[in-house]
Nanobody
Framework: QVQLVESGGGLVQPGGSLRLSCAASGSIRGFNAMGWYRQAPGKERELVATFTGRISTNYADSVKGRFTISKDNAKNTVYLEMNNLKPEDTAVYYC???????????????WGQGTQVTVSS
């Protein structure tokens, strides 16, 4: 039921920055987890950065110190600030949310449509 809409992808030069946004159709405060994954051509989808709790975060080693995940609960939006981008960051970036509609309800997972990030000179 929760829909995720992503924006902010594009083409940037190495060392540049981008800010991705993921807007949810409902309140994100009660979500079990929410964050970003990416998939490069010929590779499996991998974790980039996620909120695993109210304030707890988890980052891939390859992006630590360069990427920052944040959120605005009032806007039901999660962001991914990407700095010092490298060619190996090129991938389709997907927003993901894990949630339940009630305490006893089954867990659900929702994915955005993906946004292309290309880092090239």
């Amino acid at each position: 039921q929760v829909q995720l809409v992503e924006s902010g992808g594009g083409l940037v030069q190495p060392g540049g920055s981008l800010r991705l946004s993921c807007a949810a159709s409902g309140s994100i405060r009660g979500f079990n987890a929410m964050g970003w994954y990416r998939q490069a051509p010929g590779k499996e989808r991998e974790l980039v950065a996620t909120f695993t709790g109210r304030i707890s975060t988890n980052y891939a080693d390859s992006v630590k110190g360069r990427f920052t995940i944040s959120k605005d609960n009032a806007k039901n939006t999660v962001y991914l600030e990407m700095n010092n981008l490298k060619p190996e960051d090129t991938a389709v970036y997907y927003c993901n949310a894990d949630y339940q509609l009630c305490i006893e309800c089954p867990r659900k997972s929702s994915w955005g449509q993906g946004t292309q990030v290309t880092v090239s000179s």
